[in-house]
């Protein structure tokens, strides 16, 4: 299992030290499978340095086919095709930050399209959390609150509410957004990327990430408080489940890259999730994230007692029986673990409690309902828990 180096749990504003010892397994290991003598000298070169660090090392490392460091200039999808011109470099260097850059996503596509499988993008932009620093270290005590609020006002919620996007571009043409972490992230796996690095130095967030197949071929994620989400239904069919929002925009791009270094917790969801935003704390612990789910209810994708309804790509970590166990029933909105007293831990204990409550089910389908629903809200009621 890889481990990125520069990875941090939290967005926090600091930098990671770089060492050669066999702990550091993750830039060391991605070194390893570099096969372009320049590409790996170019990537341990430029480690560690700050965007002028690199703006100076370029000036005397001049590009070519195999590395190539686009200008600031470059900062639309047509710049980079025109810079490219047929090219296809092992190692593409952005230098624009990413949160000045016009229509991202396609951007990252186009250079998606221009890279062959194995090779590497390296970028970097300013995150919510940097921002939102370098006004409270900007502004007196008083003034730096209002203008911090401001800020996520106009850049973060204006941006996705329907009554003001059109505004909000209208304005800034779409410079200078704000991303969070999360998002950045999402954007960039989306685009078809596998974050390999990733590291926060000298004022700035830093990504190296390797192509590993074509972009995501969907509708792009919306900044909607109710969200839409894709879920493994009964006989297998997709179905489409609704939720308030809890989690940072393009979440759902990197729940794999969350599963390999994040351990789960209680219920099989993620241990110290950062995708998870500060209103969705909230709304977990008082199960409204779940009230849209109702209108899945009255529709017929699912009932009140059932298995939770996955993604695709959480679907893939139950074994082969467990699937063929879960598709045979519409999942449900009270998942069963909330009945045990001891909240499973661990995928398998999971899948154990869901076998119980599956298995039962098909021989008694209304007195396992029945006697699940009392034993679940008991435990919300009197041992508190709340979703996950």
């Not at 995501?216 to 929002?245: C, E, N, Q, W």
């Not at 890259?257 to 935003?277: A, E, P, T």
């Amino acid at each position: 299992m890889k481990t990125p180096l520069f990875h941090l749990q939290y967005e926090l504003p600091v930098s990671q030290p770089y060492t050669e010892n066999g702990s550091d397994t993750g830039a060391k290991l991605y070194i390893d499978l570099v096969d372009n003598d320049e590409v790996r000298h170019s990537l341990l070169a430029t480690g560690k340095m700050s965007l002028k660090e690199l703006l100076r090392w370029f000036a005397t490392h001049p590009d070519n086919d195999t590395v190539v460091a686009l200008p600031f200039t470059t900062r639309t999808p047509e710049a980079l095709d025109f810079r490219l011109d047929g090219r296809k470099p092992r190692l593409l260097y952005i230098m624009r930050p990413l949160h000045t850059i016009d229509r991202l996503d396609d951007f990252l596509y186009s250079a998606n399209a221009h890279l062959d499988d194995g090779a590497t993008i390296c970028c970097h932009s300013m995150t919510a959390l940097l921002k939102r620093k370098l006004l409270e270290q900007k502004y007196p005590w008083g003034i730096r609150h209002l203008a911090v609020g401001q800020n996520y006002l106009w850049h973060r919620v204006c941006p996705k509410l329907a009554l003001t996007r059109w505004l909000y571009f209208a304005v800034t043409k779409g410079k200078d957004r704000t991303f969070n972490r999360v998002e950045i992230l999402g954007r960039i796996y989306r685009a078809g990327f596998e974050v390999v690095d990733e590291q926060f130095r000298q004022g700035e967030f830093f990504v190296t990430a390797r192509k590993v197949k074509a972009p995501v071929d969907d509708i792009a994620p919306t900044g909607s408080p109710i969200i839409h989400l894709r879920r493994v239904g009964k006989d297998g069919k997709m179905i489409v489940v609704h939720k308030f929002r809890t989690m940072y925009t393009y979440s759902e791009y990197i729940q794999s890259y969350i599963f390999q270094y994040q351990n789960l917790q209680s219920g099989g969801k993620f241990k110290n999730d950062y995708r998870i935003n500060f209103w969705g704390r909230l709304l977990r612990k008082i199960w409204l994230d779940e009230l849209p789910m109702v209108w899945n209810m009255l529709r017929g994708d699912i009932k009140l007692v059932g298995v939770r309804p996955l993604s695709n790509q959480y679907f893939s970590l139950y074994t082969p029986e467990m699937q063929q166990l879960r598709t045979r029933t519409k999942p449900g909105l009270l998942p069963p673990f909330y009945y045990e007293r001891h909240t499973p831990e661990t995928i398998d204990e999971v899948q154990a409690s869901e076998r119980r409550y599956l298995e039962a089910y098909l021989k008694h389908p209304f007195l396992t309902d029945w006697r699940y629903f009392w034993g679940i809200i008991g435990n919300i009621i009197l041992r508190k828990k709340h979703s996950a």
